[in-house]
């Protein structure tokens, strides 16, 4: 053969093992990718979590607000209620045996039936007041306590006010809450 023979073979060859090692790259590639799969694991371990309380006290949380209600019991429909402030007006007597007036202001549309509400009282007034023995006394016509709720519970105070009182959108009620429930008449379950 002529060194131009030789040479076109050796392209031929070139171009022939170039276009074999393209298609297998390309079949590689190919085969690859629609082989990718997700993975999962063979598994699932199951956790169980608990913990024991070694000291202190444990507390259900507690949620404050109020509900617009009916004069027959039920929520009022497109009723709304809002706790608009929480307001000790008055506070007198020696540490241990104060009483507190408080003032409770809602927001509603209750008009004639009632609004059932659950406060937290430790915020308003000075620090320093003995919830442990404090009683709402029995004196304060403008809140029912809810069936179940004692004094122990202060200072979270769970009840409803009065029906009928044309409630509005700046409402009070008005109670006392006495330090010392064993010197006074207070409303306790």
Same mark, same amino acid.
């Not at 276009?19 to 699932?44: F, K």
């Not at 009683?135 to 409803?160: E, F, R, Y």
């Given at each position: 053969? &002529?060194?131009?023979?030789?040479?076109?073979?050796?392209?031929?060859? +070139?171009?022939?093992?170039?276009? $074999? !090692? %393209?298609?297998?790259?390309?079949?590689?590639? !190919?085969?690859?990718?629609? /082989?990718?799969?997700? &993975? @999962?694991?063979?598994?699932?371990?199951r956790?169980?979590?608990?913990?024991?309380a070694?000291? %202190?006290?444990?507390?259900?949380?507690?949620?404050?607000g109020?509900v617009a209600?009916d004069?027959?019991? +039920?929520?009022? +429909?497109?009723? =709304?209620?809002?706790?608009?402030?929480?307001?000790?007006?008055?506070?007198?007597?020696?540490? %241990?045996e104060?009483?507190?007036? *408080?003032?409770?202001? =809602? !927001?509603?549309? $209750?008009?004639?039936? *009632?609004? @059932? =509400?659950?406060?937290?009282?430790?915020?308003?007034?000075?620090?320093? #007041?003995?919830?442990?023995?404090? /009683?709402?006394?029995? %004196?304060?016509?403008?809140? &029912?306590?809810?069936?179940?709720?004692?004094? !122990?519970?202060?200072p979270?105070?769970?009840?409803?006010?009065?029906?009928?009182?044309?409630?509005? $959108?700046?409402?009070?009620? #008005? #109670?006392?809450?006495?330090?010392?429930?064993?010197s @006074?008449?207070?409303?306790?379950?």
């Amino acid at each position: 053969m &002529t060194a131009v023979g030789n040479r076109l073979r050796a392209i031929g060859r +070139t171009r022939a093992l170039a276009l $074999a !090692a %393209g298609l297998v790259l390309a079949m590689g590639i !190919a085969g690859t990718v629609s /082989g990718i799969r997700p &993975t @999962q694991s063979a598994w699932t371990d199951r956790a169980h979590v608990s913990a024991v309380a070694a000291a %202190g006290t444990w507390a259900t949380p507690i949620t404050t607000g109020c509900v617009a209600m009916d004069a027959n019991g +039920t929520p009022k +429909t497109g009723g =709304f209620c809002h706790v608009t402030s929480i307001v000790v007006s008055a506070q007198w007597g020696a540490n %241990g045996e104060r009483m507190r007036n *408080y003032d409770v202001t =809602f !927001a509603s549309n $209750a008009q004639e039936g *009632y609004i @059932q =509400f659950t406060v937290d009282l430790s915020a308003a007034g000075p620090g320093g #007041f003995s919830w442990a023995t404090a /009683g709402l006394t029995a %004196g304060s016509s403008h809140v &029912t306590p809810t069936n179940g709720w004692t004094c !122990a519970q202060l200072p979270i105070l769970t009840g409803k006010t009065p029906t009928n009182w044309g409630w509005g $959108a700046a409402s009070s009620i #008005f #109670f006392q809450i006495a330090e010392d429930r064993a010197s @006074q008449a207070v409303k306790c379950s």
